[in-house]
Nanobody
């Protein structure tokens, strides 16, 4: 299953990069995504890379601040988060669709999930 890392406690305006790996599995050829669940709220999409049809999708709340990308050299999926805000505080999950059937950045289309990594943004 996916394994996330890189979470932590930061201040507003700081940057943080999350990482996701699936031991023994090549992520680059799958559909992948980052999702988050803020305290007391429902899980929501953050960003996805859809393989077929190919496209990168971002939630409006993170556009221009977050970047999803593959680190092919290390076979990792990254989420670079800049200009972090208090409302970005959440448990962040990496999700994988190995069968490449997902066509949208919708959580219900991703069968494999990590346990999450906590990101806390506070003054």
């Amino acid at each position: 299953r996916p394994a996330e890392s890189g979470g932590g406690s930061v201040r507003p305006g700081d940057s943080l990069t999350l990482s996701c790996v699936v031991p023994g599995y090549t992520l680059y050829y799958t559909t992948v995504g980052w999702f988050r669940q803020p305290p007391g709220k429902e899980r929501e999409e953050v960003a996805c890379i859809i393989r077929d049809p190919y496209g990168t999708h971002y939630a409006d709340s993170v556009k221009g601040r977050f970047t999803i990308a593959h680190d092919r050299a290390n076979d990792r999926l990254l989420l670079r988060m800049n200009s972090l805000k208090a409302e970005d505080t959440a448990l962040y999950y990496c999700a994988v669709d190995a069968d490449v059937t997902a066509t949208t950045c919708s959580a219900r289309e991703f069968p494999d999930w990590g346990k999450g990594t906590q990101v806390t943004v506070s003054p």
